[in-house]
């Protein structure tokens, strides 16, 4: 199965293709730059080295949230279009679980993906693994840093990871942070993106791009202001 993957929820986008659980290829660039730019060529430039087309592929895979608006319509609108075309399957994958599966190697048992939310804070939710499997402690929420904390369980190590880190560490400080771990990883998840859809459409539950929706999380600011 080959499954073209695709994360666009920050300013860090990446592209990925998966095959048979395998990841063949991945581009991640981390820039300021519009993903509607920088997209269409990275998926063109991985597709071209492997020699595959949009064709070729199986089913997609892509990050309807949390993280930039902008951003992630782009990447649901790039998805959508293909999955149109080709009648595949779409597997929606949370950026913090795919930033979270990045981290099911790394030694620690509990994991804390955040994205910098703005507005004072934090997209964020706790998981943990045991042998492979992942569980969530925390779900996925728009969080004041305060409120979120409070929700960590006192104690035990956790592994940070992302750019909302930024937002609560100074709270980690006040309360003393030896058992706060930052993770060093780079910031691309169109390969965990991938290997999660790839798992979801195996197992049936890939969706049509006219069902494929946003995970927001909460109301944008023009939202708000209306």
């Known amino acids: 199965m080959k499954i073209l993957a695709v994360d666009t929820t920050t300013g860090c986008g990446s592209v990925a293709v998966i095959e048979d659980s395998r990841v063949r290829a991945e581009i991640g660039v981390d820039s300021f730059g519009t993903?509607?730019?920088?997209?269409?060529?990275?998926?063109?430039?991985?597709?071209?080295?492997?020699?595959?087309?949009?064709?070729?592929?199986?089913?997609?895979?892509?990050?309807?949230?949390?993280?930039?608006?902008t951003g992630i319509r782009i990447g649901l609108s790039t998805i959508q279009a293909f999955a149109f075309a080709s009648g595949k399957p779409i597997a929606a994958v949370s950026s913090l679980r795919a930033m979270a599966w990045k981290l099911r190697d790394d030694g620690v048992s509990l994991v804390c993906p955040l994205h910098d939310a703005k507005r004072g804070e934090v997209y964020a939710a706790l998981y943990s693994f045991d042998k492979g499997r992942m569980t969530t402690i925390v779900p996925e929420g728009a969080y004041p840093p305060v409120q979120f904390q409070a929700l960590l369980p006192k104690g035990r190590k956790i592994l940070f990871f992302g750019g909302g880190f930024r937002v609560i560490e100074p709270l980690l400080l006040k309360g003393g942070r030896d058992r706060a771990l930052v993770s060093s990883r780079t910031p691309?998840?169109?390969?965990?993106?991938?290997?999660?859809?790839?798992?979801?459409?195996?197992?049936?539950?890939?969706?049509?791009?006219?069902?494929?929706?946003?995970?927001?999380?909460?109301?944008?600011?023009?939202?708000?202001?209306?």
């Open 35 to 69: 993903h509607s730019t920088r997209l269409p060529a990275a998926i063109e430039a991985l597709l071209g080295a492997l020699q595959w087309t949009v064709r070729d592929m199986d089913g997609f895979a892509v990050t309807p949230g949390p993280g930039s608006f």
């Open 188 to 226: 691309f998840i169109a390969a965990e993106v991938g290997l999660l859809g790839a798992e979801m459409i195996a197992a049936g539950k890939g969706i049509a791009p006219d069902v494929l929706e946003p995970l927001y999380l909460r109301r944008s600011q023009a939202e708000e202001v209306r």
